[in-house]
């Protein structure tokens, strides 16, 4: 799903989180978003209007910034944040932005807000745990660049608050870390209710993330949210409607359609589908047929208790790669019934007349009646993986060259 | 103890369709079911088992001692905090898609009542020698013997208790620590129980790409006597960082979380490590 969000920077990032727990998905919420969230918390933004045309663009906060609204990392140096000093260069930064794509991702809305006049910048923000199973608060005297970054360069800035969910994170617990990073007086209590309000965002948006960076002092002593990000669980969409069809913007077509067909299926870069029921099981089938010298196209997830229909579905998916060169299906019956599955497969390969080889490999519930279908119809099933997978990567590799 | 043999379970969301499935499976096999729960449908009885409206109701019928969830995502989080608030232990919470805040506020809960959930998104726990199992797992490939098995995945559970079957070597327990990134109990706290446990000789790790638990359990197994033998899955899943995020930073070892770095970890603390799913059997053998 987050293909978009990581897109031609870097897929894998993508693939690594996807396959692991792909029930577990982000939202990332658009720069303007998040901040038109932090403001109704009371965290002051700078002034600004969000906008999908030039034409209409109206704006006196002279000078300006021109910000691309995308959902990749790395919009600056990519050219997606741009200067303009009058309304005429507005119109023409908007314009030029909006036919644009930064890294791949189509720029359908920009953000005109006032130039800030920054004396130092921070980072505050509020994440999620899970090793720990709580959430952190972190804050840094270095911001504006990302956090992986300022642990690198300097990890001993980064201060910390583990927060009890049960207990909640209080005033006197952000002001304990506000104040670590140097920042005294007046200011102690302001910004001590900013990092306060994320947290309350962060909990009442079912966030994973809540991050202001940076977090500017301006010249004249103001504290502003220059940027923001904000990352929700995808699993609590059904306490937060108003993004439900922002996050199906966020997926493929091919994503949208498997996850309407409860399928996981990411793609690889190899010539043989792979299909199977549960996640680890369907990794363990990738690393076998790597084993054995193969190369899998495709990461497929039928879940638990596939039907004939969803098979289909996953073999059509599959096969919409045109690498696929052969196809090993791994089923451990347990709520998913073999002779289902088998009936799916043929009903596959009958209608369509596919002349690709099929290697079959099921066990676990109703075994003997999928074996047999499969069986009948030419199909030979093999009762392990190893054996399967060694059986397809031969197959697969006689077919090419031949 | 995991599960005491005269563990009494009640099913929360039993008038569902996989609620009703599995209370009927795991009655065949042996656990004993004593009620469910669905809120207005108390009162009824479904296969001969007592429904109530709440947990309490159960509880105070039918002496029930632990749970076992169905309940769908959007209602799970009282469903477990029901369960935790009458002491029941442990709770085994099937149902996937829970958002991840409500996981952390359960996990929270119950670590204060001292409650085991095991779970969300897991297969469940089975001891086949006693032939309990709470949980959705097919029970025969599960053999009765002395190796224990923990697992973030459930049909990757099944495939390597099949193999150790054929092969003669049984298990004790089997506990699926449950596919969430957030989950009850860890893989460590299993690897602790299984330590303790007179019945289990030998543990086998099934761990997977993603989070830092692998690589948090080899403190513990270096101090471990038993022998534990992994399998990590998703070798081939092209490395890379995780998300962008600050999550990302906090476990602090930078390459933590793919199935390299887990390997190597595991593997300096003396746990033998499985080519594939197959070679956890000669692993075994050699071990024991």
Redesign the interface.
Known sequence: MIYSLINTKNKKLYLLDNICHYSWQIMRLYEYQAKDILSRYGIKTPKGVVTDTAEKIEFDETPSVVKAQVLVGGRGKAGGIKFADNNGEIKKTVQYLLSTSIKGEKVKKVLVEERLDIDHEFYLGITLDRDKKMPVALASAYGGMDIEDIAINSPQSIKKKYIDPLFGFWDFNARKIVKDIGIKGNDLIGVTSVLSALYTIFKEYDAELVEINPFVRTVDGRFLAADAKILIDDNSLFRHREFEEQVKMQYSDIELMTKMKNIAYVGLDGDIGIIGNGAGLVMATIDTVNLYGGNPANFCDLGGGASKDRVIDAIDIVFSNKNVKGVFINIMGGITRCDEIAKGIIEYKNTKRIDIPFVIRMVGTREDEGRKICESNGIPVISTMDEAAKMIVRLVRDNTYN | MMINKDVKVVVQGITGNQGRFHTNIMRRYGTQIVAGVSPGKGGENLDDVPVFDTVEEAVNDTNANASIIFVP??YCKSSIFESIEMNLNPVVVIT???????T??A???AN?KKIRIIGP?T?GVIIPSQKIKIG???DH?FKPGNIGIV?????????IA?NLSEKGLGQSVCIGKG????TGLSITEILKFFEQDNDTKAVVM?G??????EE?ASVLIKEMEKPVVA?I???????????????????GSSGG??AENKIKVLSSVGVKIA????DVTDLLEEVI
């Open positions: 995502a959007q996937e898609g829970i958002p991840v805040h409500d952390m506020d996990v929270w809960y204060l998104n297969p959705i797992m097919p490939v697992s973030r995945s459930g049909t990757l559970m099944y495939e099949a596919g969430d990134p957030i099934v997977e790409i993603g989070g830092n638990e948090d399998y899955a998703g070798k081939n899943v092209p490395p890379g960082r995780r998300m962008g995020h600050a999550g990302a930073i906090i476990g979380g793919t080519a594939s799913p197959k």
